[in-house]
């Protein structure tokens, strides 16, 4: 008996761990932020924690090669683009401070959700760009109404769709978040 209940702590404290590592790789930083936006334009927190993850693993300085920037990795253009239908003047500053940057890439992705009308469509936009997208779907590369991932035709875009929702559904597991 004594060994059974040995055997039960050390499993116990095993999945214990296990938690508390999850938590470290997938931590919800900038909580203020990504809670005040995502509640403002309507897009869920776990999607939005899960696109922060795999765009730059929550460091608020990446740049990528193409120049996007910052916690939501943000090409200037688009930043631009979507300051000015928010009404905000920005600058390459603004565009990397960390609530700045959650502000517009949220409002983005609202914007990417009604332009596609699906979450799948809107990530897979939020990575190829919603042009790609609607070309891809007129010309049936991708069903719009149930979206093969193999059938997209940027392999980066393939793996980045299948990376967001795995995340995504890890942050709704990891705490209890209601997609």
């Known amino acids: 008996m004594k060994k059974f209940f040995k055997s039960l702590i050390l499993v116990i404290l095993i999945i ?3 938690f508390l590592t999850m938590k470290r790789l997938f931590p919800v930083n900038y909580s203020e932020f990504v809670d005040k ?5 309507g897009v869920d927190r776990s999607l939005v924690y899960a696109v922060i993850k795999a765009e730059s693993g929550f460091d608020a300085n990446a740049e990528s090669e193409k120049g996007a920037m910052g916690l939501m990795q943000l090409t200037e253009e688009t930043a631009l683009w979507c300051g000015e239908k928010m009404g905000l003047e920005l600058s390459t500053e603004e565009i990397r401070n960390p609530e700045t940057n959650i502000k517009i890439g949220i409002w983005y992705f609202n914007y990417l959700l009604n332009a596609t009308g699906s979450e799948e469509l809107a990530i897979i936009s939020y990575n ?3 042009n790609k997208v609607r070309e891809w779907i007129n010309e049936g590369t991708i069903n719009k109404d149930n979206p093969d991932f193999n059938d997209i035709p940027y392999e980066e875009t393939k793996n980045y769709i299948k990376k967001v929702l795995l995340y995504e559904q890890i942050y709704i597991t990891l705490y209890n978040m209601n997609p």
């Open 16 to 18: 214990i761990f296990a």
């Open 37 to 41: 936006y995502s509640a403002e334009y």
């Open 128 to 130: 190829a760009g919603v």
